[in-house]
């Protein structure tokens, strides 16, 4: 069972992105979901969390007040809205489940599972 992530492509600097990630039903609403990034020769970096009961989020302070973490309860997706886009948020996006008995605050991408394919976000200048 994996998340699977969607949504990513090439935008100019300044312009928006939205990413989707599909939850499978067994998951949703149980476990609290995060986006993480991988640029090209770096370690995965925490972006964003929210709570499985969607009430609270948790950004990295480099998207603070740029990128946005949402749910949808219906259609079992979390997404995150991303303005005003910069090249250094150049990134492969994934999306994990915080693992059993994990911490609200961690951002660690080892205290998350369930990792799908990532989707690719470039940001041109």
């Known amino acids: 069972v994996q998340l699977q992530a969607s949504g990513g492509g090439l935008v100019q600097a300044g312009g928006s992105l939205r990413l989707s990630c599909v939850v499978p039903?067994?998951?949703?609403?149980?476990?609290?979901i995060a986006w993480f990034r991988q640029a090209p020769g770096k370690e995965r970096e925490f972006v964003a969390v929210i709570t499985w009961t969607g009430r609270t989020e948790d950004y990295a302070d480099s998207v603070k007040g740029r990128f946005a973490i949402s749910n949808d309860n219906a259609k079992n997706t979390v997404y995150l809205r991303m303005n005003n886009l910069k090249p250094e948020d150049t990134a492969l996006y994934y999306c994990g489940a915080l693992r059993s008995g994990g911490s609200w605050g961690t951002h660690s991408p080892n205290d998350f599972e369930k990792w799908g394919h990532g989707t690719l976000v470039t940001v041109s200048s």
């Open positions: 039903q067994s998951l949703f609403g149980k476990q609290n």
